[in-house]
Antibody, heavy 121, light 109 residues
């Protein structure tokens, strides 16, 4: 079955750029699914960041759109997140997830285990 | 401030039936499917309910979902200690954004 694994620096300086990669195993990133990033600040709820299709089409959360770039590398079967101009408010556990699409429905399944990124000097 | 509104906490005793509500608007729940995710302590969220009331394989039939207008509910019957977790509702919003509820922490007393 499909598994996802996040990787990247656990500490980013304020005003810097957060960069994470999600490796997909057990399935092809070129399948008929979208691939998404979701974050969760410590002790808080979930926030959708954005998603990408293997063609490169993207959807972003309007509140983060100006700072977010999601890209896909089909040769490595992975996709990536870049979040610029970070502040302490961007400190969170970042999850990657597959977005299963069926007719007019779409949902996150499965999720990666998540990686904590702390923004601090 | 989450787009979908959930009670921050819920509780019940073993064997009881508990429900968790999720309130939205015509822009999200009122016009799209609702999904529920379970997050056990220290783990990633897991899909619990999709398309308002469908259970993925492996999810016990003690869990059920429903939707009416711009609100949805998750019901858990025969409550068990292992159901203690955070539960999040989610939906697609016409603003072209996926939105979540703030989450409900379920305590099994």
């Amino acid at each position: 079955q499909v598994q996802l694994q996040e990787s990247g620096p656990g500490l980013v300086k304020p005003s810097g750029t957060l960069s994470l990669t999600c490796a997909v195993s057990g399935g092809s990133i070129s399948s008929s699914n979208w691939w998404s990033w979701v974050r969760q600040p410590p002790g808080k709820g979930l926030e959708w960041i954005g998603e990408i299709y293997h063609s490169g089409s993207t959807n972003y959360n309007p509140s983060l759109k100006s700072r977010v770039t999601i890209s896909v590398d089909k040769s490595k079967n992975q996709f990536s997140l870049k979040l610029s101009s970070v502040t302490a408010a961007d400190t969170a556990v970042y999850y990657c997830a597959r977005v299963v699409v069926q007719d007019l429905a779409s949902w996150f399944d499965p999720w990666g285990q998540g990686t904590l990124v702390t923004v601090s000097s | 401030q989450s787009v979908l509104t959930q009670p921050p906490s819920a509780s019940g005793t073993p064997g009881q039936r508990v429900t968790i509500s999720c309130s939205g608007s015509s822009s999200n729940i009122g016009s799209n499917y609702v999904y529920w995710y379970q997050q056990l302590p220290g783990t990633a969220p897991k899909l619990l309910i999709y398309r308002n009331n469908q259970r993925p394989s492996g999810v016990p039939d003690r869990f059920s979902g429903s939707k009416s207008g711009s609100s949805a509910s998750l019901a858990i019957s025969g409550l068990r200690s292992e159901d203690e977790a955070d539960y999040f509702c989610a939906a697609w919003d016409v603003s072209l954004s996926r939105v979540f509820g703030g989450g409900t922490k379920l305590t099994v007393l």
